[in-house]
């Protein structure tokens, strides 16, 4: 079954220090791969998106992302966290093939960052 | 540009009643999709539609129902509603499949 794990339900760092949140996933073939992020009350934002190519991505609010097919994982990081960036964070895998939008989302990760 | 609008922002309804809402994707986009969002259940997929056809649908009861219209704007109605379906309800405008979705900010229904 196709399946998308978010090992960690919540995390806390501090403000200033790096950041590393896990995804595995469980697919027949290689599906696309996608990070959104959601603040409280609001909807999904993208971050950062792996259809194929080079293994590590740039997203927006300096996050990026390396796809690691041996493992099935897709870890989402980032150098310095900012207290902005406080919010649940959610992985998402997608069948690599047209004309199918549905994605499969995982538990999410809330982090929370202290000043 | 603007983004994808979901209204309304938030509903409260009773049990057994129907409630529909709606969502206007970005403009150009054909494809859009619903998802339901509990605290249990997490983010799932309830069907998608593209230039008005249903082309995905995810595991829900046939209470949930959804079209779209000529103009990609969508709407999702759930009859007889029941307290299970209090959540945030998302849709999700795509221009083609397999592209990045954008998200609008949800209607939050409860069901009292």
């Known amino acids: 079954a196709q399946s998308v794990t978010q090992p960690d339900i919540h995390i806390t760092v501090s403000e200033g220090a790096s950041l590393e949140l896990r995804c595995n996933y469980s697919y027949g073939a290689t599906p696309y791969l996608f990070w959104y992020v959601q603040s409280p009350g609001q909807g999904l934002q993208l971050l950062l998106k792996y259809f194929s190519g080079d293994t590590l991505v740039q997203g927006i609010k300096g996050f990026e992302a390396e796809f690691k097919r041996s493992q099935s994982s897709f870890n989402l990081r980032k150098p310095s966290v900012h207290w902005s960036d406080a919010a649940e964070y959610f992985c998402?895998?997608?069948?690599?093939?047209?004309?199918?939008?549905?994605?499969?989302f995982g538990a999410g990760t809330r982090l929370a960052v202290h000043p | 540009k603007a983004g994808v609008t979901q209204t309304p922002r938030y509903l409260i309804k009773t049990r057994g009643q129907q409630v529909t809402l709606s969502c206007s994707p970005i403009?150009?986009?054909?494809?859009v999709s619903w998802y339901q969002q509990t605290p249990g259940q997490g983010l799932q997929f309830l069907f998608e539609y593209f230039s008005e056809t249903q082309r995905n649908k995810g595991n829900f009861p046939g209470r949930f129902s959804g079209r779209q219209f000529s103009n990609s704007r969508s709407e999702m109605n759930v009859s007889t509603l029941e307290l299970g379906d209090s959540a945030l309800y998302l849709c999700?405008?795509?221009?083609?499949?397999?592209?990045?979705?954008?998200f609008g900010q949800g209607t939050r229904l409860t069901v009292v």
């Open positions: 999700a405008s795509s221009y083609e499949g397999n592209t990045e979705a954008f």
């Open positions: 403009s150009g986009h054909r494809s």
């Open positions: 998402a895998v997608q069948r690599p093939s047209g004309g199918y939008n549905k994605l499969i």
